[in-house]
């Protein structure tokens, strides 16, 4: 019975792990700056995850990506532009978003972002830094 079991278990599909990203997204909202935290799982091409705590779903292909923050009261929030890396290696996103218009909730105004992949935590207990 074991070996049988373990012989349907090897023969299930193996499905690529979604890889964990957290990123700082700046928005420039009429010369003032937004920031907000945007957590992407991404699966191939599709992404998942949370802006500030609204949903989010979205893809990405080759140096393009597109995503769309919907908020408790199902307002829109789109971002579409291009990833990149920085000179130090950082992951970089840099586009537009479109945000519902405060003034006019049937009108939609378009501002620039940009955005950058946080470094991962390293692994291990806390630490603190020595004082020079």
């Given at each position: 019975?074991?070996?049988?079991?373990?012989?349907?278990?090897?023969?299930?599909?193996?499905?690529?792990?979604?890889?964990?990203?957290?990123?700082?997204?700046?928005?420039?909202?009429?010369?003032?700056?937004?920031?907000?935290?945007?957590?992407?799982?991404?699966?191939?091409?599709?992404?998942?995850?949370?802006?500030?705590?609204?949903?989010?779903?979205?893809?990405?292909s080759g140096g393009h990506v597109r995503f769309v923050a919907r908020d408790a009261r199902?307002?829109?929030?789109?971002?579409?532009?291009?990833?990149?890396?920085?000179g130090t290696g950082q992951a970089t996103m840099n586009g537009t978003a479109t945000f519902?218009?405060?003034?006019?909730?049937?009108?939609?105004?378009?501002?620039?972002?940009?955005?950058?992949?946080?470094?991962?935590?390293?692994?291990?207990?806390?630490?603190?830094?020595?004082?020079?």
């Open positions: 019975m074991l070996c049988w079991m373990l012989l349907w278990l090897a023969a299930m599909p193996v499905h690529a792990a979604a890889s964990h990203e957290d990123w700082v997204v700046i928005v420039d909202r009429w010369g003032n700056p937004l920031y907000q935290a945007l957590v992407l799982e991404r699966s191939e091409r599709q992404l998942r995850g949370t802006l500030d705590g609204d949903r989010v779903e979205g893809e990405a199902g307002a829109e929030y789109a971002f579409e532009g291009t990833t990149g890396k920085r519902p218009d405060p003034n006019d909730p049937g009108r939609r105004a378009t501002h620039a972002f940009t955005a950058r992949l946080l470094p991962a935590r390293p692994p291990g207990p806390p630490r603190v830094s020595p004082r020079s």
